[in-house]
């Protein structure tokens, strides 16, 4: 099954962004704008016509208004035709998290919006039907790709998993078992926080440093905290999760100063071999300490993963 996440974001300035999000658990749907009240549907007075019929016109009236398209696009492609019945799909809103799964075959559209289950104020046009949990998830029990996915600002995209771990997650909690996860699955289930807490823990007691706890305020974007050793000397860490690449020449000022540690979670450092001074940690590294001091790291970790 695909997996995917929208933000719930109010189509009108009538709608907070709780009371719209409330509105789509409670009416049972996932939904996107371009509304009645938008005046593209001028000439389709009759709202017996198709989803798509809606869509193909609602197309023509942007083009002809100069309007960008490119979302339009995107969006109503993965309601119409991506989206299948039994895909999971996530939601969020105030740090609490909704798993549904599409219950509907084909994408529908909003052709009474005066009426009770979607009223014109919400400006939902096209929309698919969710079964949504009752259960709230707060984000420790949310897999951290999940969480990361919504950093896009995108209304609507996929989320892409390395095996099933993702999905797993989402049938056993729509079945309403439990399952513990091999610690290998640790990169897409784990948030960003945790993983950058976990490598500070490994440099902590495999290269016996020190976290100087007030640099992790610090505003800065080429470390997340320092660190020291017994005889005094320097150290600074940079965790990049998911995707996200690292260059190692941004760090060569600053490698003058103290001796710097690189980690990301998909192992993409570059350059590396121009700095005696900057090191990568690898991501089997962090996968061997999980494994050896599962017992002591932070309960939201211990969550995930059998022992």
């Known amino acids: ?99 549904g799964i599409i219950i ?72 309403n078992n439990s399952i513990h996860f091999p610690i290998a699955d640790w990169k897409n289930l784990l948030s960003a926080e945790d993983i950058e807490e976990i490598v500070g823990l490994y440099l902590q007691i495999e290269k016996k440093l020190y976290i100087y706890t007030s640099t992790c305020k610090e505003d800065t974007s080429l470390i997340e905290f320092q660190l020291i050793d017994i005889k005094g000397n320097l150290y600074g860490v940079q965790v990049k999760s998911g995707n996200t690449n690292i260059n190692a020449d941004e760090y060569f000022d600053l490698s003058k100063k103290m001796k710097i540690f690189l980690f990301a979670t998909n192992d993409n450092i570059y350059n590396l071999e121009k700095y005696k001074n900057i090191e990568k940690i690898e991501s089997k590294e962090i996968t061997f300490f999980i494994e050896k001091y599962l017992d002591i790291l932070p309960k939201k970790v211990r969550f995930w993963f059998e022992k």
């Not at 979607?118 to 949990?133: C, D, E, H, M, S």
Request: proline letters at 3%.
């Open 1 to 99: 099954m695909n997996i995917w996440r929208i933000n719930c974001k109010p189509g009108s300035q009538l709608v907070e962004h709780k009371e719209s999000f409330k509105k789509w658990i409670e009416k049972e749907f996932v939904g996107i704008g371009w509304s009645k009240e938008e005046n593209f549907l001028v000439g389709l007075e009759n709202i017996n016509i198709s989803a798509h019929a809606i869509k193909e016109h609602i197309y023509e009236s942007l083009k002809k208004s100069n309007y960008r398209t490119r979302s339009y696009i995107t969006y109503t492609n993965i309601l119409f035709n991506r989206m299948k019945k039994g895909d999971y799909i996530w939601t969020r809103c105030d740090g609490i998290y909704k798993l």
């Open 104 to 175: 509907d075959e084909n994408c529908l559209y909003n052709t009474c919006p005066n009426e009770d289950f979607i009223p014109n104020r919400y400006q939902i046009g096209f929309y698919r039907k969710v079964k949504w949990l009752k259960k709230d998830f707060v984000e420790n029990e949310v897999p951290g790709k999940i969480i990361a996915s919504f950093r896009n600002p995108s209304t609507l995209q996929k989320v892409y998993e390395n095996k099933n771990e993702l999905s797993l997650y989402c049938k056993i909690n729509i079945e």
